[in-house]
């Protein structure tokens, strides 16, 4: 499955063929289907016998009608869902590049905001890795149509093709800002079948794991939690378990937003009560939640004393959430006990959050 990068001084060793590139595959993502957040569509083929494709997603989406523009293939959280192609050829085929016209958003306090960049990465099986150079992506460019060269030959076979945000503000994904495709052409041509001698291996970037800025880990066993099940952006119901009592009391802002508990207002709290466990002598608190950064900050109380005064929560609402736990001191706690969780008056972001739970300390 080997592919082998060309420079203009090796234009002969691949294709020796004088045929010009032209679009493989195109697609304009009128025939999109979707389920929920995610989106298919069939690529158009110049070859259909020889080369077909799929253009897809993880999640984050769905597709969306924009207009007079009309479908375009919409991604949100890029990095932890992904948009791909899958292409198919059944013959060596000279990958020149994509050319797509592309939008997305840089708003403030987002990690999208001042711009950054986006990555082509190729599995054939064998692992990702990165292929051509990156494209900037900022909001004077939002709307043009690029092309972002690849230059590989690939081998008759699946291959996966796929966007990846890089240098972001913060993060590892663009949380709820959006990145859209529309007008998608996949150029190359295809070589003669049988041919090997192009398909040498190639020196490519390995491709590179953003790990999430981490906090204190998620330690110690669970006595009971308090989380809500929530669809179609409205709550269903709370589920309580072990030591806790009755409902979340919320004073302020909060919503069910993006299928996600959020405290959205700054100042907003949200109150857990819960019996002390007679057998347990050094407790905890878990929580797991998402947020911007430092631009989420959040304040912990356990009968009104702070556990934490000034926290920033980091970590994706969708796939990746950041799992924290804080240490109870046995001097504040009595026999019916609260837990209150603070959205900060200087926080500028929302927090999602997902559960709280009450921990067996450890050690």
Excluded: C
Aim: hydrophobic share 35%; proline share 7%.
């Amino acid at each position: 499955m080997g592919k082998k990068k060309l420079s203009s001084s090796e234009s002969p060793a691949a294709p020796r063929s004088e045929t010009p590139s032209v679009p493989l595959l195109f697609w304009d993502f009128q025939n999109v289907l979707s389920e929920r957040g995610v989106s298919l569509s069939v690529g158009a083929s110049l070859h259909p016998r020889e080369v077909s494709g799929l253009a897809a997603q993880t999640g984050g989406g769905p597709a969306e009608r924009w207009g007079e523009t009309g479908m375009v293939f919409l991604t949100r959280f890029l990095g932890t869902n992904e948009v791909f192609l899958w292409v198919t050829t059944t013959q060596p085929l000279f990958l020149e590049g994509l050319t797509f016209r592309h939008w997305h958003n840089h708003n403030p306090g987002f990690p999208t905001a001042g711009g950054y960049q986006v990555q082509l990465q190729i599995d054939s099986g064998d692992g990702s890795q990165e292929v051509g150079k990156p494209l900037r992506l900022n909001n004077r460019n939002s709307g043009s149509i690029d092309t972002m060269r690849i230059d590989e030959v690939l081998a008759p076979g699946g291959h996966r093709i796929s966007w990846h945000p890089r240098k972001l503000r913060f993060g590892t994904d663009t949380n709820t800002e959006f990145f859209a495709l529309k007008d998608l052409h996949l150029t190359g041509r295809l070589l003669e079948a049988g041919s090997t001698e192009s398909l040498r291996p190639t020196k490519r970037k390995k491709a590179r794991i953003e790990a999430p800025i981490s906090a204190q880990p998620d330690a110690g066993a669970n006595l009971g939690l308090v989380t809500a099940e929530i669809e179609n952006n409205n709550l269903v119901r709370y589920v309580v378990t072990g030591p806790f009592r009755g409902k979340p009391v919320h004073k302020g802002e909060y919503d069910w937003e993006y299928n996600s508990w959020r405290l959205t207002g700054p100042g907003s709290r949200v109150t857990f009560r819960f019996d002390r466990p007679d057998d347990v002598e050094k407790l905890a608190v878990g929580v797991v939640w998402a947020g911007w950064g430092e631009q989420t900050r959040i304040a912990l109380f356990v009968n009104n004393k702070a556990l934490v005064e000034d926290h920033a929560v980091h970590g994706s609402a969708w796939g990746n959430p950041m799992r924290e736990t804080f240490p109870i001191p046995p001097e504040i706690l009595h026999a019916r006990n609260t837990i209150t969780l603070e959205l900060r008056e200087d926080s500028p972001m929302v927090l999602f959050f997902k559960e709280i739970s009450l921990k067996q300390q450890e050690g």
